[in-house]
């Protein structure tokens, strides 16, 4: 069965930092683009930011490019995004998605989310 | 950026009920659409990929159609399970972007 787990979520300072993991299993994860998404509180979904299958093509939405870093681990089958200069509108939940292979992307699935909440 | 609108931002409908939800694209995504079911708390599930291949496990009452900038999500016959939030997304491009969503809810 096809399994991704997020942690990392919590409290985080504005202008501070989080790391967030998304820990893979029942596939083979180094087979597979990954994505991180968010989902304001009452609001839509917001695409983030992709990671190619060996980490050498990586994309960022506007809203996070410079802030945030997405990363992998394959041999650990572990998806990071590492989020620094926190602002309240970071708070969300955030997903991680895996890619459909070999087609047009498509999340076809999703990890339960982790709930980030930046205040001081 | 691509914009996606959904039309009606919700709808109450019945068990039974054909129900047709409309995405529209800001400029043409050729079939790169993508619909996706969300319920309270829950992360969201795939049901329609390329516009119109549904995904494997996905009942057959759910289909997708459309090419360019306008595309439909239709359930022929609506049940208690399907009373939820749908979401289109475009993969023509990045940032890969989601429509607002129609919330379906039983009348």
């Known amino acids: 069965e096809v399994q991704l787990v997020e942690s990392g979520g919590g409290l985080g300072q504005p202008g501070g930092s989080l790391r967030l993991s998304c820990a893979a299993s029942g596939f083979t994860f180094s087979g597979h683009w990954m994505h991180w998404v968010r989902q304001c509180p009452r609001k839509g979904l917001e695409w983030l930011s992709r990671i190619n299958s060996d980490g050498s093509r990586i994309h960022y939405a506007d809203s996070v490019k410079g802030r945030f870093t997405i990363s992998r681990d394959n041999a650990k089958k572990t998806l990071f995004l590492q989020m620094t200069s926190l602002t309240a509108e970071d708070t969300a939940v955030y997903y991680c998605?895996?890619?459909?292979?070999?087609?047009?992307?498509?999340?076809?699935?999703w990890g339960q989310g982790t709930t980030v909440t930046v205040s001081s | 950026d691509i914009q996606m609108t959904q039309s009606p931002s919700s709808l109450s409908a019945s068990v039974g009920d054909r129900v047709t939800i409309t995405c529209r694209a800001s400029?043409?995504?050729?079939?790169?659409l993508n619909w996706y079911q969300q319920k309270p708390g829950r992360a969201p599930k795939l049901l329609i990929y390329?516009?119109?291949s549904i995904q494997s496990g996905v009942p057959s009452r759910f289909s997708g159609s459309g090419s360019g900038t306008d595309f439909t999500l239709t359930i022929s016959s609506l049940r208690p399970e399907d009373f939820a939030t749908y979401y289109c997304q475009q993969s023509f491009s990045t940032p890969y972007t989601f429509g607002p969503g129609t919330k379906v809810d039983i009348k």
């Open positions: 998605a895996r890619d459909i292979k070999g087609g047009p992307t498509a999340f076809d699935s």
């Open positions: 400029q043409s995504i050729d079939i790169y």
């Open positions: 390329s516009a119109s």
